[in-house]
């Protein structure tokens, strides 16, 4: 039994981790099956760690919309996703949905004015599922003329 006031190790482990800069490299210690909150309108960069097969999931929240360039890009371009984006169309009832193809190693959370996502309230969720792969799984509100969020940027 705890005492009031004393966290166990578990809670510690789950709480989520705020990120407020314009760059972050995830890792398995400090963000692996914790929420990490992208609270940074101007952008940030996120890089994943390399993709070996862990089975490590890396789950990401948008608390302020960004209003700049913001990226979730793989280690190196030995790398790549797989996985789906569900978009919803300006806050409406339409939803657009868009897949990663062939060689794909960067999600773009901004696009032209968030048309690839980006807004308050969006999740990203990325699991390492074997060396080289990525499952990447995206629900998020967009604005203007939506678009894929997936590229192959990384070389």
Same mark, same amino acid.
């Given at each position: 039994m705890l005492r009031k006031g004393i966290a166990s190790a578990a809670?510690? !482990?789950?709480? $989520?981790?705020t990120v407020t800069s314009s760059t972050? +490299?995830?890792? $398995?210690? @400090?963000? *692996?099956?914790?929420?990490?909150i992208l609270n940074r309108a101007a952008g940030i960069a996120v890089t994943l760690p390399a993709a070996t097969g862990t089975g490590d999931t890396y789950r990401l929240h948008v608390l302020a919309a960004f209003t700049g360039a913001s990226t979730i890009k793989v280690a190196s371009a030995s790398d790549e996703m797989q996985g789906n984006a569900v978009l919803f169309a300006d806050s409406g009832a339409t939803v657009v949905g868009f897949s990663a193809v062939d060689n794909d !190693? @960067?999600?773009?959370?901004?696009? @032209?004015?968030?048309?690839?996502?980006?807004l308050l309230g969006a999740y990203y969720e990325l699991q390492d599922i074997a060396s080289g792969f990525w499952r990447v *799984?995206?629900?998020? !509100? *967009?604005?203007? @003329?939506? *678009? +894929? $969020?997936?590229?192959a940027t990384v070389s």
């Open positions: 809670d510690l !482990d789950s709480k $989520p981790v972050v +490299t995830l890792n $398995p210690q @400090t963000h *692996a099956g914790r929420l990490v !190693d @960067t999600i773009d959370m901004f696009g @032209t004015s968030n048309s690839t996502g980006g *799984a995206i629900v998020s !509100d *967009a604005g203007g @003329t939506e *678009a +894929t $969020p997936f590229s």
